[in-house]
């Protein structure tokens, strides 16, 4: 990767803002992952594969709170017995 797109990557490409509690080493992981696969060749594919990791991550995020979110509001089965 040349300089010129080095820069456009650093000023155009989400940087990731990750919660207090979520490891920089697992975004990098699913990062590298997708960015292995994809093999971004310029600019607009670096944009697009920066979407992909981002949504993906959002998506775990999601999913992972989900089932802790539905739990934390879900009737207590033993309080209205």
């Known amino acids: 990767m040349d300089q010129k797109t080095k820069d ?4 155009l490409i989400f940087q990731p803002s990750l919660l207090s509690f979520e490891s920089q080493r697992e975004y990098r992981q699913l ?3 997708i960015r292995d696969h994809i093999s971004p060749q310029d600019i607009v ?3 697009w ?3 992909i990791v981002q949504g993906m991550w959002e998506t775990v995020r999601l999913r992972r709170y989900k089932g802790q979110i539905v739990n934390y509001w879900s009737p207590c089965e033993t309080c209205y017995g």
Do not use: C, G, V
Not at 8 to 11: D, F, G, I, N, V
């Open 31 to 33: 990062e590298d992952a």
């Open 8 to 11: 456009l990557r650093q000023s």
């Open 45 to 47: 594919e670096e944009m």
């Open 49 to 51: 594969t920066s979407e």
